[in-house]
């Protein structure tokens, strides 16, 4: 098992290779994390879903509608992909509903819609929460192979 610090220093190298871009990526992503984090643990259940924002929850069974893959759609995906990457290497255990959180503010700022869904599964005999972006009609996070009954779903709306 490699030491604390090594995995930190590889961390750091792979990092170091990215584009700049990539790199204020990584640090974004870093930040959105931690503030998802943070809202979800300081904010009691009752009062999560109203400090979430955006519109009022729907009942919607689908996503956005399919887009053909523009340049919109391939920065909502890098996103995701750049957000699911960073959550294995912070300190804390990001969670699906950090993870599209994050997500979803950081399409915020790129003026990119999206959706963002809760929804449970059962697993046995006991009931799984679990919380995916859509961004631009494609998933940016949380995407699984499990079938997920929606209970809510929080559209941002373009800018």
Known sequence: M??????FSLRLRSVARMSRSDR?????SVVMLAAARILVKATPRGQLIR???????ETVETGLSEVVMGTR???????GKMVERVSHFTWWRSMCLEKALA??????RRGIASVMYVGMAKQGQEFVAH????????T???G??????TLAAFRELKF
Do not use: C, N
Not at 2 to 7: A, I, K, L, P
Not at 24 to 28: D, F, R
Not at 103 to 108: D, F, I, V
């Open 2 to 7: 490699q030491s604390f610090w090594r995995r």
């Open 24 to 28: 204020t990526l990584v640090a974004e």
């Open 51 to 57: 400090r979430i924002g955006g519109a009022v929850p």
């Open 73 to 79: 759609a391939l920065d909502a995906v890098h996103v």
């Open 103 to 108: 997500g979803r503010w950081m399409l915020r």
């Open 131 to 138: 919380a995916w972006l859509v961004g631009e009609g494609r």
């Open 140 to 142: 940016v996070t949380g």
């Open 144 to 149: 699984g192979l499990q079938k997920y009954s």
